[in-house]
């Protein structure tokens, strides 16, 4: 059986495609560094990290992008002896205007090499590429419009306004013809997220709709010729968790059809898990996947019937079996940054980090929730209950030099255990909480007095978080594990903590940080690096 959600953790927006056996998947980034992340399975049940291909600054340089912006909805897709991969770099998120643009790289292999980008237009986000039958190439994404009256979209929706298509020339590099809007979406409002796929006749189409909160769907729709009229699915929606407030995976929607070879349909689409009793998510927007079956009237409907996603689902292969969650200890001995990690927005990465051979050593930068340069490194929280450990050598002069562990989610929220310098204490252990509802990301600091540390030597810290439950722990070498002030709120680390699921759009993540805002540049260097799961 194929076990829900499939990629735990931040990973929406997911576009799907086979290649022979082997199956991919293409999930946004945001602001983390290197963008997309791309896994492979051959069963659809075990899925395996194989790459970030937007690695360097030619490709993506997301510096002074806001949280929740850079790399939204990629599209990935194989034609003619390559890989294709379209995504978005949205430099704006607030306010009437996006900012969006969108590019094509290309692939003989899914490790690459990945090509530079070719631009292709800013007139939209969640861009896709669709390689008919007769060789052509179709480029679809939503259009934005920034004016405030109904003109050209939806009345309930009028930024969302509709699906442009155009045809794109590989050999030029180029859109060419002209742009036709083939799509409006349902009166669910806010059309986004579009995929093309051709069968029978038909061409369909499916779209996100609702917003990427507790009201999102994948909207069906079909027409005889690509640019339409397309007519709506009898049910409207494939699939959606709008009116199923009990069901496990909510926030259903974006995703895109894929067929096993030997023609069985799934669909992919991103999901939440809430935490209990709550509509906060701190695992973001995860990816799932459901077993469909068209009907005789030639329209796709989940396998299980309904609207519903289910948690479990028949897999290709009934004996395929989940391999279960196991701990990750990181210990920094060899020259690559473990695959889990990233970090926030810059190209270059040894402005931030680099490995010696025996710790990773953060150089420290700007303050964290910098949209800049911000020395964290950090990886997804995939299970609501997990204990993270990291151990810290770090020597700060003055109170503006602080490293340590971090729940991190934006700049806005976020909970920092730190080692910095006390005037009256010396070298002390703070934590700087910002959680989420206070004004304009203004801290707090709920280790209060802070506490006192050996002038020398390494730390331990660690972090436990039991759903929305957060305790920081320390201790010295040879010591015990001592709690470092009080339980935290943990939900708050989420995306709808604060200003809700319609504006932020990642994850919780576990890391190490390090900020030095006298403009010092001190180093901090972690020896290892701890994730275990305690809910599996």
């Keep these: 059986m194929i076990r829900n959600p499939i990629l735990p953790g931040f990973n929406p927006d997911p576009s799907v495609c086979r290649v022979g056996p082997d199956y991919y998947i293409a999930t946004s980034t945001f602001e983390w560094y ?13 899925w395996r990290l194989v790459g970030r291909p937007l690695n360097r600054a030619s490709q993506l340089d ?27 770099d949205v430099k704006r998120l607030d306010g009437n205007f996006k900012d969006s643009h969108n590019y094509i790289v290309t692939a003989p292999s899914i490790e690459g090499p990945w090509s530079d980008p070719v631009r292709v ?19 679809v994404n939503m259009v934005w419009n920034h004016r405030t009256d109904s003109i050209g979209g939806q009345p309930k929706h009028p930024a969302f306004a509709g699906i442009l298509m155009q045809e794109y020339d590989p050999a030029a590099g180029r859109l060419i013809g002209k742009p036709q809007n083939i799509f409006q979406g349902s009166s669910h409002g806010l059309v986004e997220g579009a995929h093309l796929f051709r069968r029978e006749g038909w061409y369909y189409l499916t779209v996100a709709e609702g917003g990427t909160g507790y009201d999102h769907a994948v909207t069906m729709a079909r027409a005889r010729s690509l640019a339409g009229p397309y007519e709506l699915h009898p049910d409207t929606f494939l ?38 009793g709550t509509r906060r998510s701190p695992l973001g927007r995860e990816t799932g996947i ?26 290709p292969d009934p004996a395929s079996r989940r391999e279960p969650p196991a701990p990750v200890r990181r210990s920094f001995e060899g020259t690559e940054l473990p695959e889990e990690f990233q970090w ?7 402005r931030i980090f680099a490995m010696t051979g025996s710790a990773l050593r953060l150089i420290a930068r700007e303050s964290i929730g910098s949209w800049f340069e911000q020395s964290l490194v950090a990886r ?12 810290l050598s770090f020597s700060p002069e003055h109170f503006q030099q602080a490293a340590g562990l971090v729940h991190y989610y ?24 910002c959680p989420g509802d206070w004004p304009d990301g203004r801290l707090q600091f709920p280790l209060d007095p802070p506490v006192a540390l050996p002038d020398e030597g390494p730390v331990d810290l660690a972090m436990q978080v039991d759903g929305a439950e957060l305790a920081f722990f320390y201790r010295i070498a040879g010591g015990d594990w001592t709690r470092a002030g009080p339980v935290l709120d943990a939900s708050v680390i989420s995306d709808e903590g604060g200003r809700g699921e319609h504006a932020s759009f990642t994850g919780a993540f576990a890391g190490m940080a390090a900020f030095d805002t006298s403009g010092d540049a001190i180093t901090a260097d972690f020896a290892r690096f701890s994730y275990i799961p305690m809910d599996a």
């Design 34 to 46: 290197p963008g997309v992340q791309i896994h492979h399975s051959t069963d659809l049940v075990n």
């Design 62 to 88: 997301m510096r002074g992008n806001p949280d929740s912006c850079g790399i939204w909805a990629p599209c990935l897709s194989h034609a003619d002896g390559l890989f294709w991969l379209v995504y978005t």
């Design 121 to 139: 237009n800013s007139s939209g986000f969640d861009p896709s590429l669709f390689h008919d039958a007769d060789g052509r190439k179709w480029f």
């Design 239 to 276: 699939m959606t968790s709008k009116d199923a407030p009990d069901a496990p995976l909510q926030r259903a929607g974006h995703g895109q059809i894929v067929e096993t070879p030997d023609g069985a349909v799934y669909h992919t689409h991103l999901c939440s898990r809430p935490l209990p």
């Design 290 to 315: 459901q077993k469909c079956v068209w009907g005789e009237d030639g329209w796709l409907r989940l396998a299980q019937g309904g609207l519903v996603p289910a948690l479990d689902v028949e897999a």
């Design 344 to 350: 926030l927005r810059t190209p270059v990465p040894e």
């Design 380 to 391: 997804r929280q995939e299970n609501l209950t997990f204990r993270a450990e990291t151990t």
């Design 410 to 433: 934006n700049r806005h929220k976020f909970h920092f255990l730190a080692v910095t310098w006390h005037e009256q204490m010396g070298r002390a252990l703070t934590i700087l909480s």
